[in-house]
C-alpha cells in the first residue's frame, strides 16, 4: 500500500473531521471572493440585498453545508441547493464563487446517499440549469429568455451530467469495495469458526481415544486386584499371577497413553533424537482384537471370539474403530455385568461391511451406572465417522448387547481369491 492509499484510508475512517477542516479552509478562501463582487448585484426589484455581508453570508449557507457533505449527504445537498436557489431568486449575482461548490454536494450525495437522493439531485441540478438561463436571458433582454435557458442546459448542465457520472462511477468501487470488505470478514468468521470445529473434534477425538485406553485398562487391573485378593489366601499362586497380569496391563496403557501424546506433539522427531518413535509405533487394529480378547480373559472374565466370514485388510482408521468398540463393549462388561459373566464376541466379515456383536449374560440394563456415559456416546461417534451404526439394549433371557454394523468398501480381486 503507497501512501496515497495509506491517505486515502485514513481520510475515509475519518471523513467527519476531514470535511470539517476542508470546508473552514474554503470558507476562508470563498467568502473574501464573494465579498469582492458585490458591485455586480442586479435589480429584479427585490430590493437592496447584494452587499458585502449579505454575499458573505449566502457564501457562508452555500459552503457551510458542506462540512457534513459524507456523513449525512442529503442533508448536506439539500441546504446547499436551497441556498443557490434564493441567491438566485433574490437577484444577487447569478454565479457567485460559492456556487460552484453545488457540484461538490451533488458528487456527494451520489456517491454517499441512497439511490433515489442522487437521482433527485441530479434533476434538480438540471431545472436548476435552466433557471439560471432563463435569469441570464431576462439580464441581457427579454426576447434572449429562451436562447440563454437552452445554452445553460447545454454547458451548465453538462457540467451537472459529468459530474453526476463520475459520482455514480465512484459510487460503484466504493460498493465494490466494502462488498469486497463484508466478503472478507465473513471469511475471517468462517475461518475462526472452522478452527474451533476443528479443535472440538480434536478434543473429542483425543476425549475418546484417552476413555478407551484408560478405562479399558483400568478396569481389567480392578478386576484383576479384586479376584488376587481373594485368591491370596487360598492360592498364592494364582495372586502372583494376577499381579503379573495387572503390571502387565499396566505397562500396555502406559505405552498408548504415551504413543497418544506423542501424536499431539507438534515436532515430527523427538529432541532426545529417537526419531518420533511415539509417532511411528502402529495404531491397534482388527487383528488386534484377538489379544484383546486374550487381556480380558486373563483377568478371569469367561470370554469366547467367534469369526466368520474371510478377513479383509482395512484401513487404519476402520481398524481401530473395530478394536475401539470392542474394547469398550468389554470394558463395560467388566464394570457393569457382575461377577463372572460369559461373554461372546462374534466378528462376522461380509462382502460390504463387517458386523461385531458382543453378548453377556450379566446384569445388563439392570447395572448401576457410574454416571459418566461416556462408553455408549464414544463408540456410536467413532461408527458415524465411517458411516457405521452402533445399537445396544438388553438381551432377551438377559444381559446386555452391543452390535456394531460398519460398511466397508468393495473388496479387491486379490481378496476375494485370498484363502
Known sequence: MNWYDRAGRWAEEHRAQVDVVGTLLTLLVVVPLSTAMSSGYIDYGLGTVGTAPVLALFALLTVGPLAVRRTRPVLSVTLVYTATLVQMLLGMPLVL?????????????????????????????????????????????????????????????????????????????????????????????????????????????????????????????????????????????????????????????????????????????????????????????????????????????RVSLVRMGVARTLPPGTGLTLYRICQEALTNILKHAGPDPSVTVVVTWERRSVKVEIDDDGRGASADSDGAGQGLLGMRERAAMFGGTVTSGPRPGGGFRVMLDLPLPEPRTEELSAP
Open 97 to 301: 464563487p460559492a456556487n460552484f461548490f453545488v457540484l461538490v454536494a451533488l458528487f456527494s450525495v451520489t456517491v454517499y446517499g441512497p439511490r433515489w437522493a442522487h437521482l433527485v439531485a441530479i434533476a434538480t441540478g438540471l431545472l436548476g440549469s435552466a433557471l439560471l438561463g432563463a435569469m441570464l436571458g431576462l439580464q441581457s433582454g427579454a426576447g434572449n429568455t429562451i436562447f440563454g435557458m437552452i445554452l445553460s442546459v447545454i454547458f451548465v448542465g453538462l457540467l451537472f451530467v459529468a459530474t453526476w457520472a463520475f459520482g455514480l462511477v465512484r459510487r460503484a468501487r466504493r460498493e465494490t469495495l466494502i462488498a469486497l470488505r463484508d466478503r472478507t470478514r465473513s471469511l475471517e468468521v468462517e475461518r475462526d469458526q472452522q478452527a474451533r470445529i476443528a479443535t472440538a473434534a480434536e478434543r473429542s477425538r483425543i476425549a475418546r481415544e484417552m476413555h478407551d485406553i484408560v478405562a479399558h485398562s483400568l478396569s481389567v487391573m480392578i478386576a484383576q486386584a479384586d479376584g488376587g485378593r481373594y485368591a491370596a489366601t487360598a492360592d498364592p499362586e494364582a495372586a502372583t499371577r494376577t499381579l503379573g497380569t495387572i503390571s502387565e496391563t499396566g505397562r500396555a496403557a502406559l505405552a498408548d497413553m504415551r504413543r497418544l501424546l506423542g501424536v499431539l506433539r507438534d515436532e515430527p522427531d523427538d529432541e532426545r533424537g529417537n526419531g518420533g518413535a511415539a509417532e511411528r509405533t502402529p495404531q491397534p487394529a482388527a487383528g488386534d482384537i484377538t489379544a484383546l480378547v486374550e487381556q480380558v480373559r486373563a483377568s478371569g472374565m
